[in-house]
């Protein structure tokens, strides 16, 4: 008996040290307090079990050897921007007052300067992004490059893959990263195998297994989408390879509704430049390598665009994209449209919001009305809520899951990638935005805004006042789990 007694008083203390041990270095992090706050509540609440949730998913851990890899190869990046930074020449007073001030922001968090003389091409439809990017495989000559969180088989990816096969046959280097996870299925599919058969350099970002758990944080994913061709004509937005025709068919959110940009001129250096820094990273083909194959070069203007390449990811500045988004609200004077299929805002992001409705803005939320993620769905509730009480027009879309990410402001300049409005694309995923200081570009993406919002039904705030008790606890109480989704 004493001996049960003796061990469980020692279970009791280990307990006890491992929650102290555990909150003082979550204290110690200084992180958002959202963030700490609601780890701090895991771990306290979890004997044992919420330290080890802790381990798993609490810190951004990309493992020694990656995270010392991803030190040495972006100084030689960051020299190689510094001569991209020479050939910019833009004339501010032309566009809107607040677009010169992000874009110094921008560049001096991520380093990549805003550019002139682009051609910036917004693609509404599925299957015509995909036709283009096929026809610009087709017409290749040196380089195909790409890489997607999924790429998911059947329809017209398979088309896609079929380009670059042929594309790969008359000696172009084509060079494709996936997510690992993402992906999986696809990276041990057929057409996977007839891919690498044919020499295309195919390659999962990111790898996961359980001895790389010990040292990695598996949940940092590779949410990047990125097309270039040739070092010439680059994609960018929030389509994955993916037809939605054959994908998530029965996860009841109707077909997934995204759009791209095809891009020409300047910028396209700076998507090419990204692309080869994610590729060192997991592959180490090794930067002079590169430099030789990876067709980065200074372009010829394409048009009038002023456009800006953000990357953000576990490896650049933490606040980095968190510091443009919410320049770009605070700058709102008169409209801002918001679109994000997974809307989870932190405190500062949705404090920023509710100021711009309370100001006098017009602000517009655009969301899907259901989401593949139950605690993604009923975290958003609580915090569209708040926005409502503010002043905010949220729209809920019904034509399937929107998955566009894009922001307009006051018609003078946009924002448009990857990004969701959530924890995980802010502090964890490797995501790629571009910033369109241009009118032209932005009104484009405002009419599309619009049709999303001709197809949608503004939420109703007295009608969730009407909802049951308990229904309005379990919203609420997903929100205090929010910053860790």
């Given at each position: 008996?004493?001996?049960?007694?003796?061990?469980?008083?020692?279970?009791?203390?280990?307990?006890?040290?491992?929650?102290?041990?555990?909150?003082?270095?979550?204290?110690?992090?200084?992180?958002?307090?959202?963030?700490?706050?609601a780890w701090l509540m895991i771990i306290l609440a979890f004997p044992f079990g919420g330290a080890v949730i802790y381990l798993a998913f609490g810190e951004t851990r990309l493992g020694n050897r990656r995270a010392k890899r991803a030190s040495l190869i972006h100084g030689p990046y960051l020299d190689w921007l510094a001569d991209v930074d020479k050939r910019t020449d833009i004339h501010w007073s032309r566009l809107g007052p607040e677009t010169e001030a992000l874009a110094r922001l921008t560049e001096a968090t991520v380093g990549l300067p805003p550019m002139s003389g682009n051609h910036v091409e917004l693609i509404e439809e599925t299957d015509a992004v995909f036709r283009r990017i096929i026809a610009d495989v087709d017409a290749a000559q040196r380089t195909c490059h790409m890489v997607f969180y999924i790429w998911n088989n059947g329809g017209l990816a398979d088309e896609v893959a079929d380009a670059l096969i042929r594309a790969a046959k008359r000696g172009v280097i084509c060079r494709v990263l996936v997510d690992a996870v993402g992906s999986a299925p696809f990276l041990r599919s057929e057409t996977a195998h007839r891919m690498r058969e044919v020499g295309i350099r195919l390659h999962a970002a990111l790898p996961v297994g359980l001895v790389r758990s010990l040292f990695f944080r598996l949940d940092l994913r590779m949410h990047r989408k990125i097309v270039v061709i040739d070092g010439e004509i680059g994609y960018t937005g929030s389509l994955n390879m993916v037809d939605p025709r054959y994908f998530k068919q029965g996860a009841g959110v109707g077909q997934w509704v995204d759009a791209m940009v095809r891009v020409r001129g300047p910028i396209v250096e700076g998507l090419a430049l990204?692309?080869?820094?994610?590729?060192?990273?997991?592959?180490?083909?090794?930067?002079?390598?590169?430099?030789?194959?990876?067709?980065?070069?200074?372009?010829?203007?394409?048009?009038?665009?002023?456009?800006?390449?953000?990357?953000?990811?576990?490896?650049?500045?933490?606040?980095?994209?968190?510091?443009?988004?919410?320049?770009?609200?605070?700058?709102?004077?008169?409209?801002?449209?918001?679109?994000?299929?997974?809307?989870?805002?932190?405190?500062?992001?949705?404090?920023?919001?509710?100021?711009?409705?309370?100001?006098?803005?017009?602000?517009?939320?655009?969301?899907?009305?259901?989401?593949?993620?139950?605690?993604?769905r009923l975290a958003s509730q609580a915090h569209k809520i708040d926005l409502l009480e503010a002043g905010v027009k949220i729209a809920?879309?019904?034509?399937?899951?929107?998955?566009?990410?894009?922001?307009?402001?006051?018609?003078?300049?946009?924002?448009?990638?990857?990004?969701?409005?959530?924890?995980?694309?802010?502090?964890?995923?490797?995501?790629?935005?571009?910033?369109?200081y241009d009118r032209d570009f932005t009104a484009n993406l405002r009419r599309l805004q619009q049709r999303y919002i001709e197809h949608s039904q503004f939420m109703d705030l007295d009608a969730w006042r009407k909802q049951p008790m308990v229904e309005r606890l379990v919203v609420n109480t997903a929100r205090l789990l929010s910053p860790l989704i």
């Open positions: 008996m004493e001996s049960i007694n003796l061990i469980t008083v020692l279970v009791l203390e280990a307990d006890l040290l491992i929650r102290i041990g555990f909150s003082v270095r979550v204290i110690m992090r200084r992180r958002p307090v959202g963030v700490s706050l990204t692309f080869l820094e994610d590729w060192e990273l997991d592959t180490g083909e090794g930067l002079e390598q590169l430099r030789q194959t990876g067709d980065v070069r200074a372009l010829d203007e394409a048009g009038k665009a002023v456009v800006q390449v953000v990357p953000s990811g576990p490896i650049t500045e933490s606040h980095t994209i968190q510091q443009v988004l919410l320049m770009a609200i605070y700058a709102a004077r008169r409209e801002l449209v918001l679109t994000s299929p997974y809307f989870v805002p932190d405190e500062l992001l949705l404090t920023a919001l509710v100021s711009a409705a309370r100001r006098g803005v017009e602000v517009t939320l655009i969301v899907p009305a259901k989401v593949d993620s139950l605690l993604v809920l879309f019904e034509g399937g899951l929107l998955h566009t990410k894009s922001i307009s402001v006051d018609g003078e300049f946009s924002l448009f990638g990857s990004l969701n409005l959530d924890p995980r694309s802010l502090w964890l995923n490797f995501e790629i935005t571009l910033a369109a």
